[in-house]
């Protein structure tokens, strides 16, 4: 297993960037899948941007597309999100999530969470 914790959220404007990165704990981070996933107030788990072990293919959910950067540096064990921008419905505790492969990651199946670092943008 990986453990996983996230950093870098908090308060910005509108427009604003961020970028959250994902550390991770384990020598085989770099055979993991990570993804980013977010939950605002009142709604449910979404998907927001997965990255395959290489770093090569990565995937992102509509509305961050050109917007949003997944990243990785397996020397690091970190994955990142970076996050230009930014909207106010982009208000959100994010969480990454590791699996064992990018179907594992968007499917949500056996992964290994993190605890989630809160985003908060102001219009």
């Known amino acids: 297993q990986v453990q996983l914790v996230e950093s870098g959220g908090g308060l910005v404007q509108a427009g604003d960037s961020l970028r959250l990165s994902c550390a991770a704990s384990g020598h085989t981070f770099s055979s993991y899948a990570v993804g980013w996933f977010r939950q605002a107030p009142g709604k449910e788990r979404e998907f927001v941007a997965a990255i395959n072990p290489s770093g090569v293919g990565t995937y992102y959910e509509g509305s961050v597309k050109g917007r949003f950067t997944i990243s990785r540096d397996n020397a690091k064990n970190t994955v990142y999100l970076q996050m230009n921008s930014l909207k106010p419905e982009d208000t959100a505790v994010y969480y990454c999530?590791?699996?064992?492969?990018?179907?594992?990651?968007?499917?949500?199946?056996?992964?290994?969470w993190g605890q989630g670092t809160q985003v908060t943008v102001s219009s």
């Open positions: 999530a590791a699996g064992g492969s990018i179907v594992h990651v968007t499917r949500r199946l056996l992964l290994n």
